[in-house]
């Protein structure tokens, strides 16, 4: 697979990664251990090199099941995990407290069974800690040899440059996709300013992309979806008109409407590497396929124009994280 350079830092990894974060947590039912094994090594088979996890996955359960999964090609691949919760729980709020950032590198290096994080992300924003406190933490980490790279994911721009401006970032990761464009306003360009590479979570709209949900779906009482106004099924029926949009030129392009999201997505920026998640091997196949789908100047334009002409409707959160985003 293409190989991808994260803005200036260096870090190298593949075009697509693999989001672990629904085999454990947020999605339903967690995956059974053994079937969630054989997916993230079947993505390295298939060239994946680059895997999304934190200790807020579960908590805890995702960073053991990716440790245990790439143990065998452990110096291959390039892991990022993250920091930023009361005991690892979304819910308790935040904690980026100096000694809790500490804390949890430590006990992830131990759950991900290696010497070094990769890629060590603030999860959110702190409101009660300085970003300059965050990142410099992080700095000494990077100085101990425990962290290479530093990130930040879901940050506004003042903190992004604060943050740059203490220990240079290697990466942002936010939602970004055909149906949330929000970030092309002001985040992206500072991103291109200060050489930071950019990593879109949710690129197929959290699943809404791929054409497999409508109005009628039925998500589980224990998938997030399901407290998400954009998932409404109100929301649903009028946001499918995007979903007919993409599977018309998709069929064009001989792809499949995930395929052309993510594709879409690749050739916006050569520092972008998008880590699109999934429990099937069937959709890890699928989602992968978007590396040979080619699109020209003309493509690009028509997904956009095309794109352009459907208002998506409801909040990408519930008010109380959207909240905790673009801080």
Known sequence: MEKRILGKSGL????????????????????????????????????????????????????????????????????????????????????????????????????????????????????????????????????????????????????IRRAHAVQPVAALQSEYSLWWRELEKEVLPVLEELGIGFVPFSPLGKGFLTGKIDENTKFDSTDFRSSVPRFTAENRKANYALVEVLSRLAAGKGASSAQLALAWLLAQKPWMAPIPGTTKLTRLEENLGAVDVVLTADDLKEIDEAASGVQVLGARYPQHLQDRVGK
């Open 12 to 159: 190298e990894v593949s075009a697509l990664g693999l989001g672990c974060m629904g085999l454990s947590f947020a999605y339903g039912p967690a995956t059974d251990k053994a079937d969630g094994i054989k997916l993230i090594r079947s993505a390295y088979e298939k060239g994946v090199t680059f895997f999304d996890t934190a200790e807020a996955y579960g908590p805890f359960v995702n960073e053991e099941l990716l440790g245990e999964a790439v143990a065998p090609f452990r110096e291959r691949v390039v892991l990022a995990t993250k920091f930023g919760f009361i005991g690892g729980k979304p819910f308790e709020g935040m904690d980026s407290r100096p000694e809790n950032i500490r804390a949890v590198a430590e006990a992830s290096l131990r759950r991900l069974r290696t010497d070094r994080i990769d890629l060590f992300y603030q999860h959110r924003v702190d409101p009660n800690v300085p970003v300059e406190d965050v990142a410099g933490t992080v700095k000494d980490l990077i100085r101990e040899g425990k962290v290479k790279h530093f990130g930040l994911s879901e940050a506004g721009v003042q903190s």
